[in-house]
């Protein structure tokens, strides 16, 4: 059950996150409009505002296609590898569709603007050669707030460190916590050394727009690093205490998805607005027309050295993928897209395997989904069948609908290794001189046949 509400979670959020991001295109910023630039007085025409209602309603249609392509997941969850395939079918096919969407109206709307010769500056990247550009403004928010953050989230592996503490599964959400963190600075460091963007030829209206660009999205950021350690810690020391269950965890990511997304919303529509309010009167406004860089959905202009620009669709920047990073960039996701795949198929044994047993010369041999094992029978103390499985928590190993594989702490008999066929009763309980022994097999008979060759 729970595997079916984070999976339905997630590919909702990233639906919800898609549709609202594109939403942010029917309405103009400053004088953009669907990622193309327009004349002030021509972001009303009849015309445009065609092309944007059919805009709204092919993506409202596309966002209907995609919520009822989730629904197989309710049958599907149960099986890990076919659902992580399935996700990763879902979201490669909900961006490239995204991209279609994107290109199809950019390009119906920049026909538009060509057809009308709706020109509105020179077409290249202006860079302030000016007094502003010498100005110090208001500081963006003190780097020194991410001191706290860093705190926080090093608590957990210190604690780590002095129980010496070597399971991986322990260190996943303290390495999640750090990363945040990592994230967040990274992040703010490339807001706060953005060069300066002219938006007018008046130098003080540039300095304030600057500022405020600079001072929201540097508190946006490190507001993200103190919401990533806290709740990353908070999962922590909830697993330490064992109280993570599928009620706990629904909460936490229900509070963490919007506790992430208000500090990008506010920096955001602070600045539109900001923004649309001081450039409203002025007569001096500077535009840019760089469409043509857009034409593809991405920013891609191989003149100009930034590696980030400000997006004209959705929040906050976007890469230039003209750049050696935006290269990089496309590599990289590519091998997410294989490394997804390769892990598919690692975890594919504990949805279509089965655990097997065999004696050999007083060696017993136990072959499991990614594990296997084996003991003497000469160091076996005791031999059990139990009906029921205690209550676990997972040490390291697999936990899927079909198998518990691994180290698991197991109430009433400690560490033990763990190799059943979940909710298929009777298990066998091996104590050895050294540790203990759970395992099943496929079917109750295949079990008994097991519990008969260890007691031969």
């Not at 290269?327 to 279509?352: H, S, W, Y």
């Amino acid at each position: 059950m729970i595997s079916i509400v984070i999976n339905l979670f997630v590919t909702l959020v990233v639906l919800i996150t898609l549709i609202l991001t594109n939403k942010t295109a029917e309405k103009a910023n400053g004088n953009i409009l669907l990622g193309v630039s327009l004349p002030r007085l021509e972001l009303q025409n009849n015309k445009v505002q065609k092309i944007v209602q059919e805009y709204h309603k092919t993506y409202t249609l596309a966002g209907v296609i995609f919520f009822l392509l989730m629904l197989p997941l309710l049958i599907i969850s149960k099986y890990v590898s076919i659902s992580i395939l399935y996700i990763l079918a879902w979201c490669c096919l909900l961006f490239f569709v995204n991209s279609l969407i994107q290109k199809r109206y950019f390009n119906k709307l920049y026909t538009l603007k060509k057809e009308n010769k709706w020109y509105v500056g020179e077409k290249h990247t202006i860079s302030i050669d000016t007094e502003v550009s010498r100005l110090k403004g208001k500081m963006p928010t003190s780097q020194f707030w991410f001191f706290l953050a860093f705190i926080i989230s090093i608590i957990p592996i210190l604690l780590l460190l002095y129980k010496q503490e070597h399971h991986y599964f322990s260190w996943v959400f303290p390495i999640c916590s750090l990363i945040s963190v990592v994230i967040g600075f990274l992040a703010y460091m490339i807001v706060t050394k953005e060069r300066t963007i002219t938006y007018s030829e008046n130098t003080e209206i540039n300095l304030a727009l600057n500022q405020i660009y600079k001072h929201q999205w540097s508190k946006c950021w490190i507001l993200q690093a103190h919401i990533g350690s806290i709740l990353y810690t908070l999962m922590f020391f909830l697993v330490q205490y064992r109280v993570l269950d599928s009620f706990v965890i629904m909460a936490l990511l229900g509070i963490s998805t919007c506790l992430t997304y208000a500090p990008i919303l506010s920096a955001y529509y602070t600045v539109r607005d900001e923004r649309h309010n001081l450039l409203l009167f002025t007569s001096e406004e500077v535009y840019t027309d760089e469409d043509q860089y857009w034409a593809t959905g991405n920013y891609n202009n191989p003149n100009d050295k930034r590696v980030w620009v400000e997006k004209r669709i959705g929040f906050g920047t976007t890469v230039n993928m003209a750049s050696k990073f935006g290269k990089f960039i496309n590599v990289f996701l590519a091998i997410i897209v294989i490394g997804t795949i390769a892990l598919a198929k690692f975890v594919m044994p504990l949805d279509f395997g089965t655990v097997e047993f065999e004696l050999k010369n007083h060696i017993a041999y136990i072959s499991a989904p990614m594990y296997s094992d084996s003991f003497s029978i000469d160091d076996v103390k005791a031999i059990e069948q139990i009906d029921q499985l205690p209550k676990m928590s997972k040490r390291n190993g697999g936990d899927s609908d079909s198998f518990y594989v691994g180290k698991f702490n197991v109430q009433g008999y400690g560490n033990c290794s763990v190799y059943v066929h979940r909710n298929n009763s009777p298990y066998i309980v091996i104590t050895l001189s050294d540790r203990t022994i759970i395992f099943n097999g496929a079917t109750p008979e295949k079990t008994y046949e097991f519990y008969f060759l260890l007691k031969q």
